[in-house]
């Protein structure tokens, strides 16, 4: 955006900080995902928000993988996760794992439970959440909270030694099982797990907590501003507590906004439903709100950028329209997408009194809207082209700029046609259009002195190729399907990919590579898919040329 924006709350505690020099004025942000999946939309704006800040006050942002949970990650998500930071146009200081700080982390517990501030639990899952109490009434301990130092530290080695059953032990802190923050009521730090971690093997069984691993990794980096969405408000306390308890520097957690989005679903949970059920090809589908999605299915990087910027970093959460990020989308493509010619529901037009074996090479521009030009490009005419069916009608209304018998249209960088008659087949469909053209016409060098209100593309015949044409939609069809009655999966949109098997493209969208930005003109912007091939091109619609659901930019 070009006008000058007002600080968002983050940006102003970062400018007091570096005023008071504290951290020594240094910003030392970081993006710390799960490798539990790929990232969505939601996440992109934690990626802007955190590598925003560290460009913007002359400060790094680290790339630390919590990898804590071995059962639900792999190095295919973490692969994705860099491919997606990189092309969202941002590079990290280091690239750090909760893994690597594990045998940093066990010492931490050690030094907890010699500090009378931790103990081993041998309770069941469900009886841990009953002693917990509720919002309104406090927890009560049991008879292993009250185990010597000795015990729990004979224990724990055990427990790290692999003397013991998932699920069998676990470590938790001691802090205040009265207290109103559920999250402070002796919460566990080790779970055992008896699963190969992508990282670091089978050397370990036993795996930290989110809670135990995050702010102490946070505080190991020496990060300055730790920045997370507004559900870990109720974790800051405990964040805080196992900082001061040990003694580490001292980071310190801020909250914002996580991003809502209409007619999306931003859970990995349901996200993964929706592949592994085959509700979607992938995580990269271009239905979904994944950013290897929006990749493939052409957005510009810069536009998600640019969306995350408009809709700013507040305090209270809201849903976003997904109108507006398309609005970002189409602004981009305007000034950067080739413009081609591509016919998507053809009907063939003949030039009757155009030579049948003359072709011509008219010169027409790549990107008008492009800054300082883009060129131009050479396109084949011949006495037969393809057109839209869309551009004929039998009986035209009133108002009708496109053609009919006795109706005058340009063909898009040629000539001025007027038809005159056509053809049907057996079932009555139009198959042929036949027209005459105007010599005079040609588009750039136009002597004729008629002035036509419509312009229609259209593709030469025997010079067209084809390619396969996907046409994408929202995947649901209501704006909050998380927020319905029954399965979201109830509200997926059936009409969300409409594939077109063969459509008459113009002979230079050959020399296509996959991801480049093309305008169909009057259909709307397209990408050559990754799955194309040199016999096979495949095109996805990335958005439509103009808002169809009412967001006005």
């Excluded at 521009?365 to 883009?374: I, R, V, Y």
């Excluded at 015949?461 to 396969?468: N, Q, R, S, Y």
């Amino acid at each position: 955006m070009s006008e000058e924006r007002s600080l968002n709350f983050i940006e102003e505690i970062v400018e007091e900080d570096i005023r008071e020099g504290k951290h020594g004025g240094r910003v030392l942000t970081r993006f710390p995902p799960e490798p539990n999946g790929y990232l969505h939309i939601g996440h992109a704006k934690s990626i802007c928000l955190n590598f925003g800040l560290a460009n913007k006050y002359g400060g790094k942002t680290n790339l630390r993988f919590d990898d804590t949970n071995p059962v639900k990650e792999d190095t295919e998500y973490v692969d994705s996760i860099k491919a997606d930071v990189k092309w969202l146009g941002f590079d990290w200081a280091e690239e750090l794992y909760a893994s690597d700080y594990f045998d940093k982390l066990y010492e931490f517990a050690v030094e907890l439970i010699k500090k009378g501030l931790a103990y081993v639990d041998d309770s069941t899952a469900e009886e841990i959440a009953a002693q917990k109490g509720t919002p309104t009434e406090p927890g009560v301990g049991n008879a292993y909270r009250n185990r010597s130092v000795e015990e729990n530290l004979q224990l724990f080695a055990e427990m790290k030694d692999g003397k013991y059953a998932d699920g069998e032990k676990v470590l938790r802190a001691k802090v205040d099982l009265a207290s109103p923050n559920m999250h402070l009521r002796d919460p566990l730090m080790y779970r055992i797990r008896h699963a190969h971690h992508h990282r670091t093997g089978d050397k370990w069984c036993i795996y930290p907590m989110y809670d135990f691993a995050h702010g102490q990794s946070d505080a190991i980096e020496e990060i300055t501003h730790s920045v997370c969405t507004l559900e870990f408000i109720p974790h800051r306390a405990l964040y805080d507590w196992f900082i001061e308890k040990l003694d580490l520097f001292d980071s310190h957690q801020y909250e914002f906004a996580r991003l809502n989005m209409t007619y999306t679903v931003m859970s990995k949970r349901k996200l993964l439903q929706l592949v592994d059920e085959g509700h979607v090809e992938d995580w990269d589908d271009p239905r979904m709100p994944t950013i290897s999605g929006m990749r493939r299915r052409g957005y510009p990087a810069a536009a998600i950028r640019e969306f995350c910027e408009r809709i700013g970093v507040a305090k209270r959460e809201n849903m976003i329209d997904l109108s507006l990020l398309e609005f970002c989308v189409r602004e981009q493509l305007n000034k950067s997408a080739w413009r081609r010619m591509a016919v998507l529901d053809p009907i063939k037009l003949v030039i009757t009194d155009y030579p049948e074996d003359k072709t011509e090479i008219f010169s027409v521009e790549n990107n008008p809207e492009a800054e300082g030009g883009d060129g131009k490009r050479d396109i084949p005419f011949s006495r037969e082209v393809w057109i839209e069916r869309e551009d004929f009608m039998e009986v035209p209304p009133k108002k009708f700029f496109r053609l009919g018998v006795g109706l005058m249209v340009r063909l898009k960088g040629a000539y001025i046609v007027k038809c005159h008659d056509f053809v049907k087949d057996a079932d009555g469909n139009v198959t042929e259009v036949h027209c005459t053209h105007i010599p005079e016409s040609q588009s750039g060098n136009d002597t004729s002195g008629i002035n036509v209100k419509g312009t229609i593309h259209w593709v030469s015949v025997p010079h067209a190729k084809t390619a396969e044409v996907r046409q994408y939609e929202r995947l649901f069809k209501v704006e909050d399907p998380s927020n319905e009655d029954g399965d979201f999966k109830e509200y997926l949109n059936p009409d969300s990919l409409q594939i077109i098997e063969t459509a008459y493209i113009e002979p230079d969208l050959m020399n296509a590579e996959a991801g480049t930005a093309i305008q169909f003109m009057r259909k709307g912007y397209f990408t050559l898919d990754k799955h194309s091939t040199a016999d096979k091109l495949v095109f996805n619609r990335t958005v439509t040329l103009k808002d169809g659901w009412g967001f006005k930019g």
